[in-house]
């Protein structure tokens, strides 16, 4: 395997496979139930009579200047200097005084919530598996029960026997109000389990060890992990990273097994602040992969897997700008990377001289190489051409000549999965696009067809046949051909006819746009609940994200920040032109970075949109930008600029950073979500930016902020709490846009 440079840079990881998504129906007294359990902490008491007006938070004078420019921040205070540790009493009393007012004001809608809720959750097999994958002399595979909020993992063995639980999410997440699951690697030999998990939504993740043959738990624990865990030395040892105070993994670590943490050993350690550092094994799994990089800049060092502690390989030294990921196969090394071309390239070397790079595939215009999996017989590139997803398997005696892998659809997402052996004959694949639900396929090699072995299932019903799905190309101010992804009912007019809608209908825009992370055209049972009403739903694939290919990415970062904005307000514009929807039906949604490009397209664009909700929403860019302590700031700044540094940095951020922004015009109505324990956006960052809009706007549209006090980047934990929040989200969209509830609030 190789460690993917988007893997490194965002730091993420999760377990289990994305195959479970569909719910069944479900009795209204359970979804009262799980709307109560989705409550957090904060809310309004029954015995506290609702709040009548939003909080107003006060103004507390606080400037400072940079490169000659005086900034006014009078809402700084909201900011917990004793962050991550947030117990300033005015901090916590504005926000839970902000959650007071969503709640007082969403209570309209409460009936309505958790109507979209039980529709949501019948769309939802409960008791769903992930198809079983071998590995090794075991059948692996993870199921949710009936009602579970979350999974449990099985395994048996390839020769037969009865399944073993091992490891059930659900007894671990027992009494607390936020659980997640990280890490989750199993032992070559099958004997252990290494797990870890975050109990705060922090992000500070705690690793435990299982011995599968007892069942029993290790007393070894390792704290404050942020990162995989990779097994070496014949499993006897586990390699892993620490998460720093600002939440920076800057080394590899060893633990043996049965020893003092203390004495675990740092194989790896990285001084630049900005770069973090991953690990994994190569196909044969003979070699330690530690990788260090940040955006834009990759470093690879290999040691053997069965002596980690020996001189590294250093693969080729960083140079500023060059990304690279490797693999090796039967002591060859294999190179991903941009350094000769945008779209990168293919390369080979040895192990004596890894840094002489010899292309295998040479980069090209069209098609955009985004990764390649090394197998016995054969190898696999991935990539887009078009936009669109490719899968290829090559030999190695004639790696120019592609096999690719044909998908009936026109638009789609396609690619490999849980392929966990280096000798295998059948691929696993995961396929969906906006009108198919996610497929799980096995591709036979020798054969070169595939097999269908999992659906997921909508016990609630859906007919493909009622939906329809286009690609379109909108030309944003630049003249840039910027694509966009729409579904919607063939029956729309009808649907809208039905509610007295006339002429073009509401359509909800999503786009993501950052990091070179692609929004693919997938499928989504949420969605249904709004294009089941009449709603068009469209992605825009704005610049900014990798779409269509590095440059794309490229286009959207740094100096050229604001064409994400753009290519979001125009693609919003072309769709009112080609009479998709109207000016004031366009809604909304985005979250993080997504987040950010929320509050910049309402400063810039506010009448063409009916509402729109920001999650975690980066608004505040020019302070996080500034103040290099935060968690993730100096390994930012290759994405947007470095504000200390650069007066053209610090000019260029203050012109389109959201909170900065807000001016005194009319906004669209607005939700606005956060988790106090977010590391990544932190909390104040949209506590501020809504404090300053209701200050500011001149508007009496409703305005609402819902902190997530025991939650971080991702919101609430569980799938039914999660799905409640969606839930919430769709009602405030559907009441803005008069489909449901008593009408607008204020």
Do not use: C
């Amino acid at each position: 395997m190789t460690i993917s440079r988007l893997a490194l840079i965002a730091a993420m990881f999760t377990a289990g496979a994305a195959m479970l998504a569909a719910p069944s129906p479900f009795s209204p007294a359970s979804a009262r139930e799980a709307a109560q359990d989705s409550k957090d902490t904060t809310q309004v008491k029954a015995d506290k009579p609702a709040p009548t007006s939003p909080p107003i938070a006060e103004k507390r004078e606080h400037s400072y200047t940079r490169h000659g420019i005086t900034i006014s921040d009078p809402y700084d205070w909201l900011y917990d200097k004793s962050y991550p540790e947030v117990d300033d009493t005015d901090v916590l009393e504005y926000l839970e005084a902000e959650n007071a007012w969503f709640e007082a004001n969403m209570a309209g809608q409460k009936d309505f919530t958790e109507a979209l809720f039980t529709e949501m959750r019948a769309r939802i097999k409960e008791d769903d598996s992930t198809v079983p994958q071998k590995d090794g002399d075991w059948l692996y595979w993870s199921e949710f029960e009936e009602g579970a909020q979350y999974r449990k993992h099985y395994r048996k063995p390839v020769a037969g026997g009865e399944p073993q639980l091992i490891l059930d999410e659900n007894a671990l997440a027992e009494g607390l109000e936020y659980f997640r699951l990280g890490a989750f690697s199993v032992s070559k030999d099958g004997r252990f389990l290494a797990y870890s998990t975050d109990t705060n939504g922090s992000e500070r993740f705690e690793v435990r060890i299982k011995d599968l043959s007892t069942g029993e738990l290790l007393p070894d624990v390792i704290p404050g992990t942020l990162s995989g865990l990779t097994w070496v030395k014949g499993d006897s040892a586990l390699v892993y990273g620490v998460a720093t105070p600002e939440w920076r993994v800057l080394d590899a670590r060893m633990h043996v097994i049965g020893t003092p943490v203390e004495d675990d050993v740092i194989l790896y350690e990285e001084e630049d602040q900005s770069f973090r550092v991953g690990t994994g094994l190569t196909a044969q799994e003979d070699w330690l992969i530690i990788a260090t990089g940040d955006n834009e800049t990759s470093e690879v060092r290999l040691v053997p897997a069965d002596d980690p502690t020996a001189e590294p390989i250093l693969v080729r030294p960083r140079e500023k700008g060059v990304e690279y990921e490797v693999d090796v196969r039967d002591g060859e090394l294999f190179v991903l990377t941009n350094d000769t071309h945008v779209n990168f390239r293919l390369a080979k070397a040895t192990l004596e001289k890894p840094g002489e790079w010899e292309t295998v595939l040479a980069g090209s215009d069209e098609f955009y190489l985004t990764d390649f999996e090394l197998f016995k017989d054969f190898f696999v590139t991935e990539g887009r051409l078009a936009g669109l997803d490719q899968i290829q398997l090559r030999s190695y005696d004639a790696p120019t000549e592609a096999r690719p892998i044909a998908f009936g659809e026109a638009s789609y997402v396609a690619g490999l999965t849980n392929n966990p052996e280096y000798d295998m004959a059948k691929l696993r694949l995961s396929y969906e696009s906006m009108v198919t639900p996610a497929t799980v396929y096995d591709y036979d090699e020798a054969s070169a067809s595939l097999q269908q072995l999992k659906q997921q299932e909508i016990p609630s019903g859906y007919d493909a046949s009622l939906y329809t799905t286009e690609r379109l190309t909108i030309e944003a101010r630049d003249g840039t051909m910027v694509p966009v992804s729409v579904v919607m009912r063939k029956d729309r007019a009808e649907i809208l006819k039905e509610q007295g809608i006339e002429g073009p209908g509401p359509l909800h825009l999503y786009a993501y746009g950052a990091y070179g992370f692609a929004i693919p055209p997938g499928f989504s049972t949420t969605r249904l609940s709004l294009v089941d009403r009449g709603f068009a739903y469209a992605i825009a694939h704005i610049r900014g994200g990798d779409d269509l290919g590095r440059r794309w990415y490229l286009a959207g970062k740094m100096f050229e920040r604001t064409n994400t904005f753009n290519d979001f307000v125009d693609a919003g514009r072309g769709l009112i032109e080609k009479g998709y929807t109207a000016e004031g039906m366009v809604t909304a949604s985005g979250g993080s970075a997504g987040g950010e490009l929320m509050g910049a397209v309402v400063n810039m664009d506010p009448k063409q949109y009916g509402a729109v909700v920001a999650h975690v929403p980066f608004v505040d860019v020019l302070n996080t930008m500034l103040n290099k302590d935060l968690p993730l700031t100096p390994g930012e700044w290759p994405e947007w600029g470095n504000p200390i540094e650069s007066k053209q940095a610090f000019a260029y951020i203050l012109s389109y950073s959201p909170y900065d922004q807000v001016s005194a015009q009319e906004y669209p109505p607005m939700l606005v979500r956060a988790g106090l324990n977010d590391p990544r956006v932190t909390y104040w960052e949209p506590a501020k930016w809504v404090a300053k809009l209701r200050d500011t706007k001149t508007d009496d549209n409703i305005l609402l902020l819902k902190t997530n006090m025991g939650a971080g980047h991702g919101g609430k934990s569980g799938r039914w709490n999660s799905l409640y929040e969606t839930a919430e989200e769709y009602a405030f969209i559907l009441w803005q846009m008069g489909m449901a509830g008593d009408g607008k609030g204020g």
